[in-house]
């Protein structure tokens, strides 16, 4: 066995810095035997010594070691596995994401994990608890902090979608959201609108990227709109977009414009605009925020800010592969996805 004195070295140098993920590497070298023996111990194959054994797996419950279960399934060696953590399958939008980096990842000959949260903080938090321990990288959508995703993952490499490099230490691929807010009101603007309102999907705990957006390009544009202008949606749904835009024409009814969070919130706007007798666009114009192939199916055709969803997830792939490698994360424009206009019917 070894002193009491490396124990409490290693409890007390653990105690006031993030946990990092323990390796095979961190076992072996503790209990003074080589990665093979470390490995017959775990997985109690045999032809070891008792005693050997022993002191390993004291090493094991230590560094709290727990070999992935993936990586002993897998026939190849060197296989990366990634995990993914999705908010909502349900929503279109991710699964989009997803493709993108299941795609980028076959290319590459790693596995993908995939974890739907659920937009549940429990639940993230057990995603960040497994693939701390079996995951090489971890790719997703998280409302924790730095400080909290660096405590539950550890060492692991993460990247973290629709945050901007500069909003977090992590890897990361932002959306531009101002850049496409821009384009998008600039548009409503030059077709006459000067009242436009903004169905929120995102200021539970402050104002999201959209919020901020909408309201720097309705004062560049000097028109008469400020946040009583904007409601904020429960969920990012149909549903949720159809009683928004009921709330938005009780507090509103003049307004002739409104963007959705994203294209779901856009087409309820649409449904609740028709109830009430207004027809889209001549009465009310209506712009998404996603670009998803629905836009094009309902009746008008939904005019959208296009976000190019498989390039998110492609990019975030990148950001892993250049983390593993120890090379610097793409900052500036390579990591961002710039939305682009794409004018149907409804606006």
Known sequence: MWADSEQHELRDGQAD???????????????GVSRQTVSRAVNDKGEIDPVTKERVLEAVRLLDYRPSRFARGMVRKGTVTTGLVIPDL??????????????????????????????????EREAL????????????????DDAELGRLLGGVPLVLLERGPQQTRFGAVGIDVAAGMEQ???????????????????????PGPR???FLD?????????????IVLCSEHSVAGGAAGM?????????????????DLIAIGATRTARRHGLRVPEDLAVLGFDGLSLGELVEPALT??????????????????RLRAGEAPLTGADAWVIPQLVVRASA
């Open 17 to 31: 810095r993030p946990r990092r993920r323990a390796t095979i590497h961190d076992v072996a070298r503790l209990a």
């Open 90 to 123: 349900m929503n279109p939008f991710f699964p989009e994401v997803a493709a993108g980096v299941l795609e980028a990842a076959e290319q590459r000959g790693w596995q993908v994990v995939v974890w739907d949260s659920r937009t549940d903080a429990d639940r």
């Open 129 to 144: 608890d497994v693939f701390s321990h079996q995951a090489d990288a971890v790719i997703g959508y998280f409302k924790n």
């Open 184 to 206: 998008g009101i600039a548009h409503l603007v030059a077709a006459g609108h000067r009242r436009i309102g903004l169905l929120d999907g995102d200021g539970l705990s402050g």
């Open 211 to 213: 919020r901020t957006a």
């Open 217 to 229: 390009e309705v004062r560049r544009h000097g028109l008469p709109v400020d946040q009583g202008w």
């Open 246 to 262: 009921s709330r938005l024409l009780e507090a509103h009814p003049e307004v002739t414009a409104v963007v959705g969070f994203n």
């Open 304 to 321: 959208t800010l296009h976000i190019d969803k498989r390039r998110l997830g492609m990019l975030a792939v990148e950001q892993v592969a």
